[in-house]
């Protein structure tokens, strides 16, 4: 809209291509001699940045409170976002540029600040909605869209901006015609102004402020510049600046406004969080869509689908030219059907659904995530405000070559290497910090201590995390060490102070140990509640394995340990009698818990083994390893005695009986012959059908230390007789109470372990002889089936390349 001795108001709606094109051409035919953005006043320091050339949208204007951090707002810009584009017209053409919003300092003080509305709902004096009695906030675009008869708000917009705009040029992207530049915003203000007269403020209560303190702005720079000044704001607002007001009234307005100390600076926005329509998304739905239109010399449509064709060959679809064509003709058909100026995204996504992916949503679900939304990560220069803790991360992330990305993508790591070590410090003493840039995974190779699996993606509130980190340290490892210390002084359990031990470990934060070791060993000695002590116990055996490979001393956490596991010893026994279903179950999970802790306790003949797979070896110093080995052998002997305790005692819950005995199994500590006689006890008839049941889980159900128990029942068909033989003795009043017991314990079974425990079961015990013959090793026959070993040797020759050798000379056998 423009007046002959007013202003140029351009109203836009925000992140929209077709009004970035139509700002620059207003303002490249208006050529005003400033221009004034919706945005915070404080960031007009920073808006030199715009012009450097290391700086790449998407990016925002972060403002955050100093002593708040996390009290933070974000203004997002993309390529394609009008104020971007009027902000780098003013830039190069050398006119003036200002933001004139209301500040920062005010919006993130009322935001705190229950007396004053936080723009998304009601006044805290209940006044509410505004003097016509509109208390719902209203979409304009909405109302505009529903007026003209569309059901659609977006297909509206497109329909007469995106797709119109100032007019089409010939095989170009809409609105690069020669139509008058100004009169798109002069229909668009007349519309917003008939909006504004029937709702009012439409429940946008921060707006009344908000466009009087832009007005005051608006006053200052006509009298700087003159009447020719441009203004690009949101749609909505155009109205209330082009009102006539006073200036006493609208400094009534702003009278007596909260402030808060603030700090402003630019971060790197992607186009995934543009596209989120909660927290800090700038709830666009298509903002790789939107690109492409902005960015497109000409013939957006098939040079989309040319894009669309990349992406799926790539992903090894077959698409060929003529698949692009026929999609361009499709899109075209749809739009004319549909009464469209130019095929929109609704189009090419039916077009490229019916021609290029065969009516599957499979591989479209892939376009709209590469393509319509996409992963566009901006950059930032480094002259760009940061807080110290920032630029520590950047220096590091660039020495460890870890740069972010919007992406997710997964990371292994070897932490015998010296930079992957430094890079799993970096992201554990992140996480400790609140920084979640990066998730531990499972790996897909190899389980030992020296390997881990991450997950990373970077999202721009992680840029706000830092800021609130920075309250502890300048640098990453002088701020988790702090916050370290702190959380160790006030954690609420000993599990809590044994989880922080081991993630300082991870962390390499030496210097904080102390202090965490110190509120550990008080706890720990506090503490009478076994349950408690089981949950502390593993996280610390866990720790003391972080010694091997990276060379930490755990000497001081084995004393702990190995203090813990004693009391446990004594204290479980106790602690598992009387419980009803739920404590049982409970009491399982720690049980399960310890017995793998123990046998992580270095010294211990599992902890040599896994040493020996893992490749690495302890180098905690030969005093330690010999001081613990004798420790834990003891407490390796006692903690099998409390399993034989437990496993006998008929006060104990069936479940932990029945857990108990399959550890003690497991661990060679049992006979077979003793198994199947506790077993024959615990399913005998005058065992009620439910304690029995449960024993049954314990026995041969998974659990953290011994997983896949049904493995046992199939190599082992003595003791499948007597869980078969007890289900079907099981009285028909009593098979329903069992039932969800027995599912839930052969339901964790893979399928291949079901299936044969089912042909076992139907095929019956073996005629002739004992059910299972006895042998060294359970599912093995005593003596060798040659014929059947011979069946490999052609294979085997194969893979050797030794065709025509005699077998023996094969096989290293003496005749």
């Not at 992207?173 to 668009?188: C, E, K, N, R």
């Not at 002084?489 to 102070?497: E, F, P, R």
């Amino acid at each position: 809209m423009t007046a002959a001795t007013g202003p140029l108001l351009l109203g836009v709606r925000h992140h929209g291509p077709g009004s970035a094109r139509a700002v620059r051409a207003a303002l490249d035919a208006a050529k005003p001699p400033a221009v004034l953005i919706e945005g915070p006043p404080e960031g007009d320091a920073l808006l030199p940045l715009a012009a450097d050339e290391r700086m790449s949208p998407p990016v925002a204007l972060l403002a955050h409170a100093v002593d708040d951090p996390g009290r933070a707002s974000f203004w997002p810009m993309a390529e394609f976002s009008p104020e971007w584009v009027a902000i780098r017209w003013a830039l190069d053409h050398g006119a003036a540029v200002h933001f004139i919003d209301l500040p920062a300092t005010h919006t993130l003080a009322m935001a705190k600040d229950p007396t004053w509305t936080d723009g998304e709902g009601e006044e805290a004096d209940g006044g509410g909605g505004d003097e016509q009695g509109y208390g719902l906030r209203i979409d304009p675009i909405a109302v505009l869209a529903e007026t003209a008869g569309y059901d659609d708000p977006e297909r509206w917009w497109e329909d007469v901006i995106e797709h119109r705009g100032t007019g089409a040029a010939p095989n170009g992207p809409p609105g690069t015609g020669d139509h008058d530049p100004i009169a798109v915003f002069t229909g668009l203000a007349d519309a917003m102004a008939a909006l504004r007269e029937t709702y009012g403020h439409g429940g946008h209560d921060r707006d009344l402020i908000r466009e009087a303190y832009m007005r005051l702005q608006l006053r200052a720079a006509r009298k700087t510049h003159g009447d020719g000044v441009a203004v690009v704001c949101g749609a909505w607002h155009v109205p209330a600046l082009a009102a006539k007001t006073t200036v006493t009234a609208d400094r009534a307005l702003l009278k007596g406004l909260p402030k808060v100390k603030t700090g402003i600076t630019w971060v790197p926005w992607t186009h995934r969080r543009l596209a989120r329509h909660s927290g800090y998304g700038a709830g666009i739905d298509s903002p790789g869509w939107y690109g492409h239109l902005f960015g497109a010399p000409d013939r957006p449509v098939e040079r989309w689908m040319t894009k669309v064709a990349g992406l799926l060959r790539a992903e090894d679809r077959i698409v060929s030219s003529a698949h692009v064509i026929e999609a361009v003709r499709l899109a075209g058909t749809l739009a004319a059907m549909r009464g469209r100026p130019l095929a929109g995204l609704t189009e090419t996504i039916d077009a490229v659904r019916a021609v290029m992916c065969d009516g599957s949503d499979v591989p479209l679900g892939l376009i709209k995530d590469r393509l319509v939304i996409g992963d566009a990560l901006g950059e930032v220069p480094e002259s760009a405000p940061a807080v110290p803790l920032q630029r520590d991360l950047t220096r590091l992330q660039r020495a460890l070559r870890l740069k972010p990305e919007a992406l997710e993508r997964e990371l292994d790591l070897d932490l015998r290497k010296e930079t992957d070590a430094a890079r799993s410090r970096l992201l554990h003493r992140l996480r400790l910090l609140g920084v979640g840039w990066g998730e531990p995974a499972a790996g897909r190779g190899s389980t030992g201590t020296f390997r881990e699996t991450w997950r990373l993606r970077w999202e721009p509130e992680l840029h706000v995390r830092v800021a609130e980190a920075g309250m502890w340290g300048t640098t990453v490892l002088a701020a988790a060490t702090a916050r370290a210390e702190s959380e160790a002084t006030s954690a609420a359990t000993l599990a809590d102070v044994t989880a922080l031990a081991e993630r300082c470990l991870l962390a390499g934060l030496s210097d904080a140990l102390p202090v965490v070791m110190k509120a550990l060993a008080d706890r720990a000695a506090l503490d009478a509640d076994v349950g408690h002590l089981a949950q502390a116990l593993p996280a610390l055996a866990r720790s003391l394995r972080y010694g091997d490979v990276r060379a930490t001393d755990t000497a001081a956490l084995g004393e702990v340990a190995t203090g813990l596991a004693q009391r446990v010893c004594v204290g479980l026994p106790p602690a598992c009698t009387g419980l009803d279903a739920d404590g049982a179950a409970e009491m399982r999970a720690h049980l399960d818990a310890v017995h793998t802790a123990i046998r992580l306790l270095p010294g211990t003949e599992d902890d040599t083994e896994r040493g020996t797979e893992d490749g690495t070896k302890d180098d905690t110093g030969e005093g330690a390893e010999e001081g613990t080995e004798e420790g834990t052998e003891d407490l390796t002997g006692r903690w099998a005695g409390v399993l034989v305790t437990l496993a006998d005692r008929d006060s104990v819950p069936g479940v932990i009986r029945g857990r108990a005995a399959r550890l003690l199994l497991d661990d060679g500590r049992l006979a077979e012959d003793e198994a199947a006689r506790l077993m024959g006890l615990a399913l005998s008839p005058g065992t009620p059908p439910a304690e029995a049941a449960a024993w049954i889980e314990g026995f041969v159900g998974g659990g953290a230390a011994n997983p896949g128990g049904g493995m046992l029942l199939v190599h082992d068909e003595r003791l499948l007789g007597l869980v078969d033989a007890w289900l079907t003795g099981v009285p028909a009043e009593a098979f329903t109470d069992v039932l969800p017991l027995l599912r839930r314990t052969f339901s964790a079974y893979e399928p291949g372990v079901r299936r044969t425990l089912g042909e076992l079961v139907r095929r019956g015990p073996e005629s002739g002889g004992p059910a299972r013959a006895e042998a060294g090793v359970p599912g093995f026959a005593a003596e060798l089936d040659r014929t059947r070993a011979d069946a490999v040797l052609p294979l085997l020759r194969l893979l050797l390349g030794t065709a025509g050798t005699d077998d023996n000379d094969l096989l290293g056998v003496e005749q």
